[in-house]
Nanobody, 126 residues
Framework: VQLQASGGGLVQAGGSLRLSCAGSGRPFSNYAMGWFRQAPGKEREFVTANSRSGADTSYEDSVKGRFTISGDNAKNTLSLQMNSLKPEDTAIYYC????????????????????WGQGTLVTVSS
């Protein structure tokens, strides 16, 4: 699967952005999906992920209650709604897919994912 992330931009603290990840190739229903981010000078970190079935979701603690992951398998898209953005959310955001037969597993490590989008930059000003 090929992934294309979009929707990043510059927003003031407290604002919102919606990121999208469009896929081509195999349907998203074959994959567990996730969002990661990488701030300047830092390692790529987990943000949120869905299991392949979509029934299971996990969020990094700092984004709980502010970010929401959602998927539309019919359209082969994955979204990340980000509300109440903070300057520390500034990073390049990447969508990722993991080929798996497990329907309920959620994957937290970047090394577990097989496919990556190119990233989209989110900048939150204070």
């Amino acid at each position: 699967v090929q992934l294309q992330a979009s929707g990043g931009g510059l927003v003031q603290a407290g604002g919102s952005l919606r990121l999208s990840c469009a896929g081509s190739g195999r349907p998203f229903s074959n994959y567990a999906m996730g969002w990661f981010r990488q701030a300047p000078g830092k390692e790529r970190e987990f943000v949120t992920a869905n299991s392949r079935s979509g029934a299971d979701t996990s969020y990094e603690d700092s984004v709980k209650g502010r970010f929401t992951i959602s998927g539309d398998n019919a359209k082969n898209t994955l979204s990340l709604q980000m509300n109440s953005l903070k300057p520390e959310d500034t990073a390049i955001y990447y969508c990722a897919a993991k080929s798996t037969s497990a329907l309920r597993a959620v994957y937290f490590r970047a090394s577990q994912y097989d496919y990556w989008g190119q990233g989209t930059l989110v900048t939150v000003s204070s």
